[in-house]
């Protein structure tokens, strides 16, 4: 099975398009696909015409080509029909909209063999049923949101694989977009009766070179084993979020996909040894992906991977914030820093003469709001030579009247020159625009809350550790 | 001493006002009072002449009438000449922003000392030393950060006291913005020389009756007993944030404003007991804010206060969005339903014939994609009539194209016909806002994820369970 296919196709043909109602999924695919996507787009519907002034065949044999892949939004039955024509024409690929397979039952699960076995058989790469297909910009996009209704994420590294196509939808539609998470495809998998996670993992892992971070949403494995292994080897990011773990949910999903979450804590012990990053709160995960989505997407000027004990320096202008990390360190397990009476001495010649009066140099350090940009500039410079110091998190807030709007690209030049990673809180809003852009574009992550920029260190150990293991390989 | 001074000012003065440096404070707070507020400011300055267009006043006994409050911006001995000013003039509340007092040592704590002395001997309300102020619309903000660098919330009921100026700005003038917590004043109370915690409590909650809701953020409290026994008489709801609880926070703390949280658990015992709500992050914070705004700005068509067991029902149209909702009803002890199979025959019944097919009646409930809006309000009817349910998530995404934009109307009209509490998760973005204001206009509170519906519904648990106690007395 060739799953280029399904994302990178050059033709596709869509069956299941409603004359009648413009919000049918297989309407809108016909006609997002036609109008705003690259692939060659060809419509069947039986009774041949047009819709919104495109033309329709009247049968899949009648196309001017085999497309690469056939999208299927119409009942269960017919769509085991089409699935053999897709066998008979040798189209490789289809992707299944429709549901009526293993998730109701004894009925669907019977419907769902022969369709795997067709699959097979004719080695034609099936994804689905019941999902909602795939986004892989600029060519294809089945994802059958009215476009209006959506967000779409700006171009990156980050593969999204979800068992659930609403949280594909609102992770990656939306929350990607507000923390600047670049994409590069959004895969719903349904039922995944032929292509899995397994498969996908190894796809975006080894053939396409655009995806460098790959995160799953999953409710339980398919099949564990060649998943791990894979991702043991893959020299991407690996990321899995896990819904239904709590004894509760491990019931909702039963009826939500048919897949049982194993134990909890021997799944976590799994997928830690095998280099996987497992969030806990979906804030956790748009932490870690906004991380490796910075840190891989542009070149890197210094090793982000260097964090072994977990040492933090804080560095805030506001004594609350520097509080609220000190207090979220220990959640995250991250470890304190010390500083010697001499250092204290030193960092306190640093900074202008009315901060220096009111400042702490105490950890965490708070250099009041009279810091002046430069103050900033020489604490990271100081901080950064400070060997025992793994990691700096500096709370800015440019709010106060002694900090300019050069502060970001201010802190980046630093952090470039210094080479000690640097993780930002920042509010993360419109108006901050352009210093939170000069920080990021030089790879410092900017988060709109403390517990963020914690998670981020948090998560900058577990890439440390995981580029460590893979050193000794 | 009377703080409407502070909070209510006809007319203030301003000293520390800098002709060279338009970003001093004092002259921040001075233009920003005379060209944005309704208060009546005069400004001082040793050589009168004028700054941005406005008069300045060469000294305080010039004035043309008493201020009802003097800020004071200037250096710390020169702090204490005006505040014997002030009681020498009778000017009966002063806001001192400069800090240089207990916060440096021995030396600032001897000084404090002083004023203390004269503020108290003079019955004058001092705030600070060391804040930023108060930011009581529409008549005075001495928030001396320019005003295009921070964002005004929407008027409404909640006050904001916090330790930290920091914090107070990041939260009150970003984040309530953000997801529409309506604000009535912010203040900062620095090192609490005079003016303190209690003070403020008593204040907000016996005097001003805009204020509904009480929220603090502290590292300690200066003395917690009058405290504690004004939360507890108190109509309104009073939240308090804590800083510095973890060991490592702790020691923080000292450096930041020389006082301790004691321990933990204790703390949080006599929080509960005196029925104040302890949010333990910033995003629980929020989240209580923002739905006791919602509950008490606007007349309540029914009773809230209905959560005694946590009984949750889950409504979902994304089976994914369910499970992860399910996992986090644990983790906030709340608890699920379980339907009998008579309810779950009933619920079949009331959807349209292409979900019946897919959905599942087993909690959560998962309607899919293929809900339509006449789905979504037939199952909350249903729902609203189980007795046992105490309250209703519904995890809502109008992206699916059988959903109309009239969605949240519908749903706020079943609301209010039906009398059961509802929390609802929806995508929090600005091209779905018609919807998300017919939600909280009709008192349904709506959040941007899973886990922020989730402690909503634990919050009105807390709710139910001071309201109960209240009514017991």
């Given amino acids: 099975m060739n799953l280029e296919n399904l994302f990178k196709p050059k033709s596709m043909a869509v069956v299941g398009i409603s004359k009648k109602n413009p919000l049918s999924p297989g309407r809108i695919i016909f006609v ?7 692939v060659t787009v060809y419509g069947i519907h039986p009774e041949g015409g047009e819709v919104d002034g495109v033309n329709l065949y009247t049968r899949l044999d009648e196309l001017p080509e085999i497309p690469n892949v056939l999208v299927i939004a119409i009942s269960a039955d017919a769509t085991l029909e089409y699935v053999q024509s897709c066998a008979d024409l040798g189209i490789p690929a289809c992707i299944i909209i429709g549901g009526g397979f293993a998730e109701i039952g004894a009925e669907g699960m019977k419907r769902q063999e022969k369709l795997v076995k067709i699959a097979n058989d004719n080695a034609i790469a099936v994804l689905g049923p019941n999902c909602i297909g795939v986004y892989s910009p600029p060519l294809i996009d089945t994802i059958f949101m009215p476009t209006e209704r959506i967000t779409r994420p700006p171009k990156g590294t980050v593969a999204l694989i979800s068992q659930s196509g609403g949280v594909l939808v609102d992770q990656f539609f939306h929350k990607f977009k507000e923390i600047n998470i670049g994409v590069s495809t959004a895969v719903s998998i349904g039922n995944r009766a032929v292509v899995d996670e397994t498969m996908l993992l190894e796809y975006f892992s080894k053939v396409d070179k655009e995806t460098l971070n790959i995160a799953f949403y999953l409710e339980g494995f398919k099949s564990s084993r060649r998943f791990l292994e894979l991702a043991r080897e893959s020299e991407d990011t690996v ?12 019931s909702a999903t039963k009826s939500h996909t048919a897949s049982l979450s194993g134990n909890d804590r021997i799944l976590s012990a799994a997928l830690k040894q095998n280099l996987i990053i497992q969030p806990r709160t979906e804030l ?14 542009k070149k890197k000027p210094f090793n982000y991977y260097t964090i072994k004990e977990g040492k933090v320096a804080i560095l805030s202008i506001s004594g ?12 995250y397990n991250l470890l304190s820093v010390e500083y010697t009476e001499d250092e204290k001495r030193e960092m306190k010649k640093l ?5 220096r009066k009111i400042a702490s140099f105490n950890d965490p350090i708070d250099l009041t709001g009279s810091a002046k940009d430069e103050d900033i500039e020489n604490l990271i410079q100081y901080l950064s030579s400070i060997d025992r110091i793994e990691c700096i998190i500096l709370l800015i807030l440019p709010y106060t009247p002694s900090i300019s709007f050069q502060i970001g690209r201010k802190i980046a030049n630093r952090v470039t020159a210094d080479k000690k990673p640097l993780v930002c809180f920042i509010p993360y809003i419109q108006k901050y625009g352009l210093i939170i852009e000069s920080l990021e574009l030089s790879n410092v992550p900017a988060f709109h809350s403390i517990e963020e920029a914690v998670q981020a260190v948090s998560a900058l150990r577990m890439l440390t550790r995981n580029y460590n293991v893979k050193q000794k390989k």
Same sequence: chains 1, 2.
Avoid: Q, R, W
């Fill in 320 to 331: 609350g914030h520097g509080v609220i990390c000190a207090d979220l360190l220990k959640k």
């Fill in 32 to 38: 997002k696909n036609a109008f705003e996507m690259e």
């Fill in 284 to 297: 956790e995960m748009l932490t870690d992906l906004k991380l490796f989505e910075i840190l891989s997407h």
């Fill in 351 to 355: 900074v202008n003469p009315v901060a």
């Fill in 239 to 250: 990321v899995a979020y896990f819904g239904g773990l709590s004894e509760h949910g491990k």
